[in-house]
């Protein structure tokens, strides 16, 4: 798990983030009662811009353990910021055991976690790619259930929706193999985009 966590610099840039986004990222949320208060739990929301960790943890009231690319934590002083906002690093395109003990760990301590599984950024609703199957292999592994989070494609003071569906729940799955993972993951990415579209309230 990762110690380097500060929660004090956490929660002082979440509510600055807050404050800002009221000028710059108008935001309208729906679902957040669909978070568990408490107990291990996955976010998943698809992924438009380097805003997103950023809104979305401005709005949702627990922490969020977010995972990363490990390409940002080249840079030592940005990499060793983002491990004290409690990110830490993934390598993408391979099966990265360590994230996954990681993940599995955070998830063990009742924390919650957000991944990003398109695993890179990507603003149009069309032609949508199939899911990484890492959030699958964690889900299942971590009996944790699943928040699918859907993020319409936003800009610089333009509208930003963000809708929070109702938990997905793999934990009587008992096998992890290829079928599985792909049929999860499957099950996953489309309750992430059937969230498109909705209407959303404005946030309290």
Request: contains cysteine; aromatic residues 10%; proline residues 6%.
């Amino acid at each position: 798990m990762n110690e380097e966590f500060r929660p004090r610099l956490y929660h002082f840039l979440i509510r600055l983030a807050y404050c800002v986004s009221f000028v710059f990222f108008p935001l309208r949320v729906r679902g957040l009662e669909n978070i568990p208060a408490e107990g291990p739990v996955i976010l998943c929301p698809n992924h438009v811009t380097l805003a997103d960790p950023v809104l979305m943890a401005a709005v949702v009231k627990r922490e969020i353990r977010f995972i990363a690319k490990k390409e940002l934590f080249q840079a030592k002083w940005f990499g060793n910021f983002l491990r004290h906002l409690g990110a830490f690093p993934v390598a993408r395109g391979e099966t990265d055991i360590g994230a996954v003990r990681n993940c599995l760990s955070l998830l063990q301590n009742g924390l919650c976690l957000g991944i990003f599984a398109q695993g890179t950024r990507r603003k149009k609703h069309h032609a949508e790619p199939a899911l990484n199957t890492g959030v699958a292999l964690i889900a299942i592994r971590s009996k944790a259930p699943v928040v699918p989070v859907h993020i319409e494609p936003y800009h610089v003071f333009g509208r930003v929706r963000m809708t929070f569906g109702q938990p997905l729940d793999f934990s009587q799955v008992r096998r992890a193999d290829s079928a599985v993972l792909a049929d999860t993951t499957e099950q996953i990415r489309r309750a992430i985009f059937g969230l498109g579209g909705t209407e959303a309230s404005p946030r309290e």
